[in-house]
T-cell receptor, first 114, second 112 residues
Framework: ETGVTQSPTHLIKTRGQQVTLRCSSQSGHNTVSWYQQALGQGPQFIFQ???????GRGNFPPRFSGLQFPNYSSELNVNALELDDSALYLC?????????????FGDGTRLSIL | DQQVKQNSPSLSVQEGRISILNCDYT??????FLWYKKYPAEGPTFLIS?????DKNEDGRFTVFLNKSAKHLSLHIVPSQPGDSAVYFC???????????FGTGTRLTVIP
């Protein structure tokens, strides 16, 4: 059983640039969620995708957007990068939509904004 | 506004003793709660969960207690083992709104 994989593991960007982070779900999982974890904080929910549609969103501006593909893999896109976007970005997949079940996390992408 | 709070940033416990990790929440709409464990350089891994219709859930050495009136939950680990040393996150969900909120984590160190 293949777990959740994220790429790249590390990324350095400058303010104003755009970035795309990628995530492959665990086999059999149809739901993907994305989180931002700043240093010393817990993960913050960005959004959840189910069957290629956004299904729930946290308190993040529209410049954070996502996609889910027919194979249930996913992308997180962030436009107009700001210094405060520097964080660990975590992807998690689950068997079904919602949060009343375990999520399986990848090891994250560390994004640094200069 | 932090809706889920873990007020103890760290906890040290002797091997074999009980570890008790605490979590408080403010939103009365939360109806599902989860605990995750995180090792350095790895993503969080699911540990145990509880629905708001229960007040206790047990899985091996891990037990979660929920006190809805106090808006408080706790994770008990008995007996604690050195491999339990990690950061523990409490998370709460309003399943109707489809959101999830994490606390800031408690670093548990189990001393051999």
């Amino acid at each position: 059983e293949t777990g959740v994989t994220q790429s790249p593991t590390h990324l350095i960007k400058t303010r104003g640039q755009q970035v795309t982070l990628r995530c492959s779900s665990q086999s059999g999982h149809n739901t993907v969620s994305w989180y931002q974890q700043a240093l010393g904080q817990g993960p913050q929910f960005i959004f959840q995708y189910y069957r290629e549609e956004e299904n729930g969103r946290g308190n993040f501006p529209p410049r954070f957007s996502g996609l889910q593909f027919p194979n249930y893999s996913s992308e997180l896109n962030v436009n107009a990068l700001e210094l405060d976007d520097s964080a660990l970005y975590l992807c998690a997949s689950s068997l079904d939509v919602g949060f009343d079940q375990p999520q399986h996390f990848g090891d994250g992408t560390r994004l640094s904004i200069l | 506004d932090q809706q889920v709070k873990q007020n103890s940033p760290s906890l040290s416990v002797q091997e074999g003793r009980i570890s008790i990790l605490n979590c408080d929440y403010t939103n009365s709409m939360f109806d599902y709660f989860l605990w995750y464990k995180k090792y350095p350089a790895e993503g969080p891994t699911f540990l145990i969960s509880i629905s708001s219709i229960k007040d206790k859930n047990e899985d091996g050495r891990f037990t979660v207690f929920l006190n809805k009136s106090a808006k408080h939950l706790s994770l008990h680990i008995v007996p604690s083992q050195p491999g339990d040393s990690a950061v523990y996150f409490c998370a709460a969900s309003d399943t109707g709104a489809n959101n999830l909120f994490f606390g800031t984590g408690t670093r548990l160190t189990v001393i051999p």
